[in-house]
């Protein structure tokens, strides 16, 4: 039986997640499209950029992840305690760089500057967005919306992008993280689109053995490829 969210995702309490993301009846809509023969590979390049955009502003790490034809995967930490640490400013700087002033299609940084200040001078909503930039919800939202809506407009068309929620499963220890994290890696491989991790394209894993290649004898303890640049940020133990 399926658990509510609320009993998978604790909002106070910091842990990993394996979150899938799929297409509107898992339809090609990042794919090859083999009904009308068109192409839209190009937005996995999206859903990567905005990823790895979002990491930098919410208090969550990423660990790994894979931008598929016609879903997503995402292995995350959430932590709270970091978004806690953050002063009202930073709170507001951050949220602003999520939800910028635009005018026009362009941002206007005056504008920003302004909402950031009025957001660090009000405690109710400096409170307000400092529990939503700790929230993977949140995240998922602010990843999957903006997709949903440039993909739409270069369709011309309206409606659904991506199936309902997200599908979020907890990861309650090292094993767990590093099964799943090696199960995201490989699913390009595992769909046939490549065969090799040097050919995995919009995928965590090339990041992370560019890393391994310039500190060959280091062995550092696994991080997030992106996201909760702290020193708080746990690392896992890796094998032998």
């Given at each position: 039986?399926?658990?509510?969210?609320?009993?998978?995702?604790?909002?106070?309490?910091?842990?990993?997640?394996?979150?899938?993301?799929?297409?509107?009846?898992?339809?090609?809509?990042?794919?090859?499209?083999?009904?009308?023969?068109?192409?839209?590979?190009?937005?996995?390049?999206?859903?990567?950029?905005?990823?790895?955009?979002?990491?930098?502003?919410?208090?969550l790490g990423v660990y790994a992840y894979?931008?598929?034809?016609?879903?997503?995967?995402?292995?995350?930490?959430?932590?709270?305690?970091?978004?806690?640490?953050?002063?009202?400013?930073?709170?507001?700087?951050?949220?602003?760089?999520?939800?910028?002033?635009?005018?026009?299609?362009?941002?206007?940084?005056?504008?920003?500057?302004?909402r950031a200040r009025a957001i660090a001078?009000?405690?109710?909503?400096?409170?307000?967005?400092r529990e939503r930039l700790a929230s993977?919800?949140?995240?998922?939202?602010?990843?999957?919306?903006?997709?949903?809506?440039?993909?739409?407009?270069?369709?011309?068309?309206?409606?659904?992008?991506?199936?309902?929620?997200?599908?979020?499963?907890?990861?309650?220890?090292?094993?767990?993280?590093?099964?799943?994290?090696?199960?995201?890696?490989?699913?390009?491989?595992?769909?046939?689109?490549?065969?090799?991790?040097?050919?995995?394209?919009?995928?965590?894993?090339?990041?992370?053995?560019?890393?391994?290649?310039?500190?060959?004898?280091?062995?550092?303890?696994?991080?997030?490829?992106?996201?909760?640049?702290?020193?708080?940020?746990?690392?896992?133990?890796?094998?032998?």
């Amino acid at each position: 039986m399926t658990l509510p969210r609320r009993q998978t995702v604790d909002p106070a309490v910091p842990g990993f997640y394996h979150c899938v993301s799929r297409c509107v009846r898992r339809a090609y809509l990042c794919g090859q499209d083999a009904y009308t023969g068109q192409s839209f590979e190009h937005r996995k390049a999206w859903v990567e950029q905005r990823l790895l955009e979002l990491a930098r502003w919410f208090s969550l790490g990423v660990y790994a992840y894979a931008v598929m034809s016609n879903h997503l995967h995402l292995v995350v930490h959430v932590d709270p305690a970091t978004a806690a640490s953050w002063s009202a400013e930073e709170v507001a700087r951050r949220w602003v760089s999520v939800f910028s002033v635009c005018v026009d299609g362009v941002i206007d940084q005056r504008a920003c500057d302004e909402r950031a200040r009025a957001i660090a001078a009000d405690p109710a909503r400096s409170a307000v967005c400092r529990e939503r930039l700790a929230s993977l919800s949140w995240f998922m939202r602010c990843l999957c919306e903006p997709i949903a809506r440039r993909a739409n407009r270069e369709d011309g068309c309206t409606g659904r992008f991506w199936e309902g929620r997200y599908r979020c499963q907890a990861l309650l220890d090292d094993q767990a993280v590093l099964a799943c994290m090696a199960y995201v890696d490989l699913n390009p491989i595992r769909a046939g689109m490549c065969d090799s991790l040097e050919a995995s394209v919009h995928t965590s894993i090339p990041g992370r053995m560019a890393e391994c290649s310039r500190q060959p004898d280091a062995a550092p303890p696994l991080a997030p490829v992106a996201g909760l640049a702290t020193t708080e940020a746990p690392a896992l133990t890796t094998a032998e």
